[in-house]
T-cell receptor, first 115, second 109 residues
Framework: DTGVSQDPRHKITKRGQNVTFRCDPI?????LYWYRQTLGQGPEFLTY????????KSRLLSDRFSAERPKGSFSTLEIQRTEQGDSAMYLCASSLGRGRTDTQYFGPGTRLTVL | KNEVEQSPQNLTAQEGEFITINCSYS?????LHWLQQHPGGGIVSLFM???GKKKHGRLIATINIQEKHSSLHITASHPRDSAVYIC???????????FGTGTRLTIIP
């Protein structure tokens, strides 16, 4: 297994367009997290899944954002009607999540630029 | 609400120097994570600790639960250690991470 992968690595879009990012976690990892990082700041929590169930969403996640994890495997994060303020690095992480504190393994991130 | 603070924000040192980065948090946590981020964004987990001290190569992480404080030390620093080091606290239950803003470390040959 090669770790957490994210696609695309970079995305440039015009304001108002919709974008979708994909995250493939390490196989057999039950938990999957999405974080967002803006320039010069630490990442911020967006949402997380335990298997296919989305258990928590940050208030940062407006109704333009939606995330899914069908079948508890890969996850997608969609942003509708993008705004310039959405420009950031979107990070995905996964962990075993079997009722104990686990190391989170991060993907390389998707850098979104909204023009 | 848990807040995580790191110091210093930037640190420049000569190769070979002993490096210390500090992290404090405001509420009880399940574990404290130290992470390394290189230019381009990739984040690597260095340590996860809930008590005491851990060592891996030239890196040492310590935590004082009573004082809500953790430190990351690098011995015999090398230019390849140049990166952003981020501490993050793990939340009980869902383990979501609350991150500090990072310390940008530059080691000069």
């Amino acid at each position: 297994d090669t770790g957490v992968s994210q696609d695309p690595r970079h995305k440039i879009t015009k304001r108002g367009q919709n974008v979708t990012f994909r995250c493939d976690p390490i196989s057999e990892h039950n938990r999957l997290y999405w974080y967002r990082q803006t320039l010069g700041q630490g990442p911020e929590f967006l949402t997380y899944f335990q298997n296919e169930a989305q258990l928590e969403k940050s208030r940062l996640l407006s109704d333009r954002f939606s995330a899914e994890r069908p079948k508890g495997s890969f996850s997608t994060l969609e942003i509708q009607r993008t705004e310039q303020g959405d420009s950031a690095m979107y990070l995905c992480a996964s962990s075993l999540g079997r009722g104990r504190t686990d190391t989170q393994y991060f993907g390389p991130g998707t850098r979104l630029t909204v023009l | 609400k848990n807040e995580v603070e790191q110091s210093p924000q930037n640190l420049t040192a000569q190769e070979g120097e002993f490096i210390t980065i500090n992290c404090s948090y405001s509420v009880g946590i399940s574990a404290l994570h130290w992470l390394q981020q290189h230019p381009g964004g990739g984040i690597v987990s260095l340590f996860m600790l809930s008590s005491g001290k851990k060592k891996h190569g030239r890196l040492i992480a310590t935590i004082n639960i009573q004082e809500k404080h953790s430190s990351l030390h690098i011995t015999a620093s090398h230019p390849r250690d140049s990166a952003v080091y981020i501490c993050a606290s793990g939340n009980f239950g869902n383990e979501k991470l609350t991150f500090g803003t990072g310390t940008r470390l530059t080691i000069i040959p």
